[in-house]
């Protein structure tokens, strides 16, 4: 077995899931910058600690302010030749930006893992940076080909591995959904008469919630669209009044174990993010079979969703297209029927397992 130091912020649920996979395959340790109680903007509800089969190391840090540096990290970048691989998460954080400077001073190799991002019009200073700290790694773990074409942005340029990004054991994916199951919830959570569509996340400005209510002006059908991950704001709540929005009902944070229930009551998903580097809520509702709307500023949209055939891509401000989009779902059972066919085939392949399979074989193969 490859012996693997892997660098990450913190133990969000998925992860911890992966690694306890790849923990199978390899003799892995991961050094975590913080722990669930430092993650303010997360509801501790959401994590869990079972490092069952890989060893987690909070790392040792000093905090100024808003900042923390993780200075527990050095020892082990003194000492990365007693791993085979060292892989950093991410490159923004202090801690991590000052590991990957120093793994080039001492010219020792390490991987850049990225979950996804788009290049922008940075400044300079901006561009010279991202372009030391992306380049120059020994090779790039890449969530997607969007992913790809934002790391060779910024310098890199060779040895990129595409794996396939998730947040769901295979179990969770083949599951044998009937029609009485989606009536029997919706008729528990929802309005069993209507066409339900969901949002599911943070209520924030990235999320788009705002776009998805003018949406709803413009709405042709009668859909019962359910909001949920946090309360209304006083923005949201005028939209609604301004244009007498009965149809709208938002519900408050949902832990993850009871979200499946949502999903599986609804009839299509809906993101209409501004920016997500992925947006693994498009994943989760295609293991439910869910047509997914959302924008060309989400990677897992890009790179899962082709347009008209299993879901639909549109312009992340574009509130017209998103009425469009939602009516033609909504007045066609037999095109929901066909994509949530096409959605679960295709998402059979995102598992957990599997991603950790790749990351494995990558590893093992260098």
Same mark, same amino acid.
């Given at each position: 077995?490859?012996?693997?130091?892997?660098?990450?912020?913190?133990?969000?649920?998925?992860?911890?899931?992966?690694?306890?996979?790849?923990?199978?395959?390899?003799?892995?340790?991961?050094?975590? !910058?913080?722990?669930?109680?430092?993650?303010?903007?997360?509801?501790? &509800?959401?994590?869990?600690?079972?490092?069952?089969?890989?060893?987690?190391?909070?790392?040792?840090?000093?905090?100024?302010?808003? +900042?923390?540096? @993780?200075?527990?990290?050095?020892?082990?970048?003194? #000492?990365?030749?007693?791993?085979?691989?060292?892989?950093?998460?991410?490159?923004?954080? %202090?801690? !991590?930006? +000052?590991? %990957?400077?120093?793994?080039?001073?001492?010219?020792?190799?390490?991987?850049?893992?990225?979950?996804? *991002?788009?290049?922008?019009?940075?400044? %300079?200073?901006?561009?010279?940076?991202?372009?030391?700290?992306?380049?120059?790694?020994?090779?790039?773990?890449?969530?997607? =080909?969007?992913?790809?074409?934002?790391? &060779?942005?910024?310098?890199?340029?060779?040895?990129?591995?595409?794996?396939?990004?998730?947040?769901?054991?295979?179990? &969770?994916?083949?599951?044998?959904?009937?029609?009485?199951?989606?009536?029997?919830?919706?008729?528990?959570?929802?309005?069993?008469?209507?066409?339900?569509?969901?949002?599911?996340?943070?209520?924030?400005?990235?999320?788009?919630?705002?776009?998805?209510?003018?949406?709803?002006?413009?709405?042709?059908?009668?859909? =019962?669209?359910?909001?949920?991950?946090?309360?209304?704001?006083?923005? $949201? #709540?005028?939209?609604?009044?301004?244009?007498?929005?009965?149809?709208?009902?938002?519900?408050?944070?949902?832990?993850?174990?009871?979200? *499946?229930?949502?999903?599986?009551?609804?009839?299509?998903?809906?993101?209409?993010?501004? !920016?997500?580097?992925?947006?693994?809520?498009?994943? =989760?509702?295609?293991?439910?079979?869910?047509?997914?709307?959302?924008?060309? #500023? @989400?990677?897992?949209?890009?790179?899962?969703?082709?347009?008209? =055939?299993? *879901?639909?891509?549109?312009?992340?401000?574009?509130?017209?297209?998103?009425?469009?989009?939602?009516?033609?779902?909504?007045?066609?059972? !037999?095109?929901?029927?066909?994509?949530?066919?096409?959605?679960?085939?295709?998402?059979?392949?995102?598992?957990?397992?599997? $991603?950790?399979?790749?990351?494995?074989?990558?590893?093992?193969?260098?």
């Amino acid at each position: 077995m490859k012996k693997i130091l892997f660098v990450w912020r913190g133990p969000s649920p998925y992860r911890v899931d992966f690694f306890n996979e790849l923990g199978k395959l390899t003799n892995l340790t991961v050094l975590f !910058e913080m722990s669930p109680s430092d993650i303010k903007d997360k509801n501790k &509800e959401w994590f869990h600690e079972d490092y069952y089969h890989f060893k987690a190391i909070y790392l040792k840090k000093v905090k100024v302010g808003n +900042f923390s540096f @993780c200075y527990g990290i050095l020892p082990y970048i003194l #000492k990365s030749k007693d791993y085979d691989h060292v892989v950093f998460g991410m490159y923004s954080t %202090i801690t !991590e930006a +000052f590991a %990957i400077s120093m793994m080039k001073v001492l010219s020792k190799r390490y991987y850049l893992n990225s979950d996804g *991002g788009f290049a922008k019009e940075d400044s %300079i200073i901006s561009k010279i940076i991202k372009r030391f700290l992306i380049g120059g790694a020994y090779g790039y773990l890449a969530s997607s =080909e969007g992913t790809v074409k934002y790391l &060779e942005h910024y310098g890199a340029m060779s040895n990129i591995h595409v794996y396939p990004f998730t947040s769901f054991m295979a179990k &969770e994916i083949m599951k044998n959904i009937t029609k009485d199951d989606k009536e029997k919830a919706k008729s528990e959570l929802f309005r069993p008469d209507n066409v339900t569509v969901l949002f599911t996340g943070q209520f924030i400005y990235r999320k788009g919630i705002d776009v998805l209510i003018r949406a709803c002006s413009h709405l042709k059908t009668n859909c =019962e669209v359910f909001i949920v991950g946090g309360k209304p704001t006083k923005e $949201m #709540k005028q939209y609604i009044a301004e244009w007498n929005l009965q149809n709208i009902h938002f519900m408050d944070f949902v832990k993850p174990s009871e979200l *499946g229930e949502y999903y599986l009551a609804s009839d299509i998903y809906v993101l209409p993010t501004r !920016e997500d580097i992925w947006g693994l809520v498009i994943n =989760e509702a295609m293991s439910y079979g869910l047509p997914v709307i959302t924008t060309d #500023k @989400c990677l897992a949209g890009l790179e899962l969703i082709k347009n008209g =055939e299993n *879901g639909f891509v549109i312009g992340s401000e574009d509130d017209l297209a998103l009425a469009d989009a939602i009516d033609k779902l909504a007045t066609s059972a !037999e095109l929901r029927d066909l994509i949530s066919i096409k959605n679960k085939q295709k998402i059979s392949h995102y598992s957990i397992e599997e $991603m950790a399979k790749v990351h494995a074989l990558i590893f093992e193969a260098e």
